[in-house]
């Protein structure tokens, strides 16, 4: 008799899911898992200063799988699974993140009202902190982009999503060519900076990304119509912008220094990488889900273990490196598995605390009368089924606040 998990990813084969997103949501998380523990390290900071692009390939995979998910369910269900996937993990990770930081890096002595508001807006996620770890300022913007998508499903509009993509991918279009004037010095309007702070949760500087991901959406769906495909191609055009932006604050503020004009392509060449993967992906998810199910299976642990992993990469990361360090390890050595043992506590993360907190909180939608959701880990078939995990998890700014 074929075994339980095997007989699953024989369901999920069949309902179309789509296994290249979880690899592209595993390997955006360790990029950004190697940013973070290498790149404030003048020997190591060269190595991987590109790991960053880890959030803009998120953003794109959460605007196809959301507007996959949305387009077959109701703005209740909705809100509550986007609930269900955002705040358990989130909730978890922030107290293993908050024991970290107050026992390895301050101390007793170090518990302050600052460090308990720390903890406080990253258990409730809110929209500038701040937060336990850098890694949640994309969590707000995500949210936001939930929320537009929630207005539209409760307009009865999921039709007319590829006009609203527009509207937003123009929008944002226009933002990054000022902003680029910005950053090349043409102009000098302080407004155009948006930080970590509140402005960032306008969508105007990631919004190209989400519209790129909703447009390979509708392609994969054939609904893709010529003023879509136009949309796509102005997000195609103006993501290297951005990128390149990006790379010229960060490699700013590197310790080593380093030419922005012999750099500036590679994250933007990992970034159409990424997108041709998720493309390929789609266009082929029936081979895919051919292959073995043990290989499969790996996929799925790392697709959902990529939430929680890039939550705890950085305090936890910090304390495994330098403990490993302090055992006589290279630093890069210590980097490197310090990510493999943040990835073994991601997956206890996903498969055992979790969905203990997420039954917790399903209950209590039960309890005020609610319809009760799936557990994703006891139904994998009709929650995972379409790829319904958050992929949001946006990796930190270039300081370690």
Known sequence: MMAGSDMRIKRQAGSGY??????????????????HLTWLNKSTSTISWFGWIGVEIFFVLSGFVIARSASNTT????VKSRILRLYPAAWVCTIISF???????????????GLFARLGASLMLLPTGPFIASAYWTLPIEIV????VFCILLAGRIDRIEKLTTVLCIASALYLCFYACQVAGIINQPLLEFGYGWRN???????IYFAFGIYLWLWSERRLSRRGAAGWALALAMAPLEIACRSAELVALM??????GTVWLVPILIWLGACAVLVASTAWRGR??????PLLRCIRVAGLSTYPLYLIHEDLGELLRDVLIGLGCPYLVAAVAAIGLCEIVAVLIAYVLEPAVRR?????????????LPDPQIVPVLEHADNDDLVMRGPGGPDRR
Do not use: K, T, W
Request: no cysteine.
């Open 18 to 35: 789509i296994y290249g997103a979880d690899i592209l949501r595993f390997a955006a998380a360790v990029l950004v898992a190697m940013f």
């Open 75 to 78: 703005p209740m269900r909705f």
């Open 99 to 113: 024991l970290v930081v107050v026992f390895h890096v301050r101390g007793l002595s170090g518990l302050s009202i």
């Open 145 to 148: 982009f939930y929320g537009a």
């Open 201 to 207: 949760v306008l969508l105007l500087r990631h919004g």
């Open 255 to 260: 310790p080593a220094p380093v030419q922005l």
């Open 288 to 293: 895919i889900a051919r292959l073995p199910a």
């Open 360 to 372: 917790v909180l399903n209950a209590a939608f039960v309890a005020i009368g609610e319809m009760r």
